[in-house]
């Protein structure tokens, strides 16, 4: 149980369930997460210190909650390893692995909602020019690194599929690792976050600037708010249902991925 410490952490990537699974917990008295994600504290802003952090994540729990938090980049780094090993090496670590190219194309419309990436361009052309859609979407090696550090009983890797076919046993799963008293009234059974088209470009990159500047300053919780707020979501945003096509999954299998396939069966 919770000790004025944070007891379990979501990894990563992005675009793999973290919405869904942010959802969940939030819905489950047993648990504590912030309203907020991606509070980037182990690998962007630990120069804040240790207090700063728990101001955020542990103000209002109780002995009777494990604590949370998700940040889907502290998989891919190394100081957040070791931070993170100083800080509880006890951790509960969560890692949810889904189809590499299918991440990536999740990953390329957001970049695309949120002005990063011309509308023009295709997905293949996106994959040639940002790094971030290939190597979030490797995810075997970081989480072999996390596993070799706290040992596999405390790294939980869930197939992406798995929530997509079953959210229950999806959520039983997670439940199960944390030794939690799940509530099966708010498992979310469709997604929290799909993919969504840009109303007005050039505003929704102006507040994705303040946002960024908000984390920065310390206030990821504002952030958060926004990015909960569903006036704000639907005056930004329509919903987008656009499927990556089985030529450009191919593709991007046969430059990026192939080895990667191979590999993330190791974590299961």
């Known amino acids: ?49 240790i207090e700063w952090y728990h101001s955020k994540v542990l103000p209002s729990v109780s002995r009777q909650q494990l604590c949370g938090e998700l940040s889907h980049d502290y998989l891919f780094s190394d100081q957040a390893i070791e931070r993170i090993y100083s800080y509880n090496s006890n951790m509960k670590l969560i890692v949810c692995a889904r189809d590499p190219a299918k991440r990536a194309f999740s990953h390329y419309l957001y970049l695309k909602k949120m002005g990063l990436v011309p509308q023009s361009y295709s997905f293949l052309e996106a994959l040639e020019v940002h790094s971030s859609l290939v190597i979030n979407s490797k995810i075997t090696a970081p989480t072999m690194k996390y596993i070799a550090k706290f040992g596999f009983d405390n ?6 599929s798995l929530l997509e076919e079953d959210p229950s046993s999806f959520a039983k799963c997670i439940g199960d690792f944390l030794e939690l008293r799940i509530d099966d ?12 088209r840009s109303r007005w470009p050039l505003l929704t990159r102006f507040l994705r600037r303040i946002g960024d500047g908000a984390r920065s300053a310390g206030f990821p ?46 974590l299961f």
Do not use: C
Request: charged residues 25%; hydrophobic residues 40%.
């Open 1 to 49: 149980m919770n000790s004025a410490k944070v007891d379990f952490l979501y990894l990563g990537p992005d675009k793999a369930g973290s919405s869904w699974i942010h959802s969940f917990l939030s819905a489950q008295k047993s648990a504590h997460v912030p309203t907020f994600k991606d509070i980037y504290f182990f690998d962007r802003f630990y120069s804040r210190g």
């Open 155 to 160: 790294v939980l890797v869930l197939p992406f």
């Open 221 to 266: 919780e504002a952030v958060g708010a926004i990015k909960a707020n569903r006036l704000i979501t639907r005056l930004l945003y329509s919903r987008l249902n656009q499927k990556i096509t089985e030529r450009e999954y191919q593709t991007a299998n046969e430059l990026y991925f192939k080895e990667e396939l191979v590999d993330i069966r190791k």
């Open 185 to 196: 009234e708010y498992i979310p059974h469709e997604k929290v976050l799909g993919a969504a």
